[in-house]
């Protein structure tokens, strides 16, 4: 078995994913929280694909062993990456392009039976604008760090998939 399949198939790989998806939550609670910027729906729309990303690491982590648990978490991972990058890069073309015609709504669409801008609303209840953009770095704006940090989810699953996905090998 080659280091990449070990390393694929196990806890310690998981577990960073993991654990990169918990510091992203941490940043973007702690941007509206403590530094007092408000989230626009499509921040929270990608705090949701991030929890996408975390729930994938929690199932490696518990699963790394089982190669259909494997499946599972590369499966929720690589959707919720895609469906990440995809608001990411909506969000950065509102914020470059701005369009009377071209907004987002105010509240959240979340299912019926999940309401969670109702259920947890200090996190997913948006009070920001999507064309605001209140926070850059090295002059690159927040959606466009989700765009790098959605892309290197997304590159990470291309080189691990077919690891991730190789028969468990018996010791």
């Known amino acids: 078995m080659s280091a990449l399949t070990r390393f694929a198939q196990s806890r310690l790989a998981w577990t960073i994913l993991l654990l990169t998806a918990i ?3 941490a940043c973007a609670l702690f941007f509206q929280h403590v530094m007092k910027l408000d989230p626009c729906v499509m921040c929270i729309y990608q705090r949701v694909a991030v929890l996408g990303v975390l729930t994938a690491g929690l199932i490696g982590v518990v699963g790394h062993k089982l190669r259909l648990l494997r499946f599972l978490g590369v499966l929720v991972w690589g959707v919720s990456a895609a469906w990440g990058l995809k608001l990411a890069l909506e969000l950065v073309e509102m914020q470059t392009n701005p369009s009377p015609f071209s907004t987002c709504s105010f509240l959240p669409e979340f299912p019926e039976w999940m ?4 259920w947890f609303p200090s996190v997913f209840l948006p009070t920001g ?3 605001d953009i209140p926070w850059e770095m090295f002059g690159i704006t927040m959606s466009q760090w989700m765009v790098v940090a959605f892309s290197t ?6 080189v691990f998939i077919i690891p991730a996905l190789m028969p468990t090998k018996k010791a």
């Open 23 to 25: 510091g992203l939550e």
């Open 115 to 118: 309401p969670l801008h109702e």
């Open 129 to 131: 604008m999507c064309t």
């Open 153 to 158: 989810y997304l590159i990470a699953l291309v």
